[in-house]
């Protein structure tokens, strides 16, 4: 599976963005998909998945703010961030299969996008 996130920038806190997940070689609808971040500086940490059947997990610290949905016929998974603050800058990576939140692990990562957002 081949995965290539996009949507990331610069925003003002308070902003948002949407970042996307297109997939290649593998149908989003089958497996785990994620999406964790990385700061500078720190290690990777979990932000949010959507299982297979549906179910949705978030990170306490994007609750409420972030929201991770499927497409399935465009075969992509986005991220719509709202209220961001400037804690959220990282480098944001898309993941599919054997999600783990931590330590954070997955079988499949795509390239990252940078978030980064201004105070």
């Known amino acids: 599976v081949q995965l290539q996130a996009s949507g990331g920038g610069l925003v003002q806190a308070g902003g948002s963005l949407r970042l996307s997940c297109a997939a290649s070689?593998?149908?989003?609808?089958?497996?785990?998909m994620a999406w964790f971040r990385q700061a500078p500086g720190k290690e990777r940490e979990f932000v949010a998945a959507i299982r297979s059947v549906g179910t949705i997990h978030y990170a306490d610290s994007v609750k409420g703010r972030f929201t991770i949905s499927r497409q399935n016929a465009a075969n992509t998974v986005d991220l719509q961030m709202n209220n961001l603050k400037p804690e959220d800058t990282a480098v944001y990576y898309c993941a599919a299969g054997g999600i783990v939140e931590r330590p954070t692990k997955a079988d499949y990562w795509g390239l990252g996008t940078q978030v980064t957002v201004s105070s």
């Open positions: 070689g593998g149908t989003v609808s089958r497996y785990t």
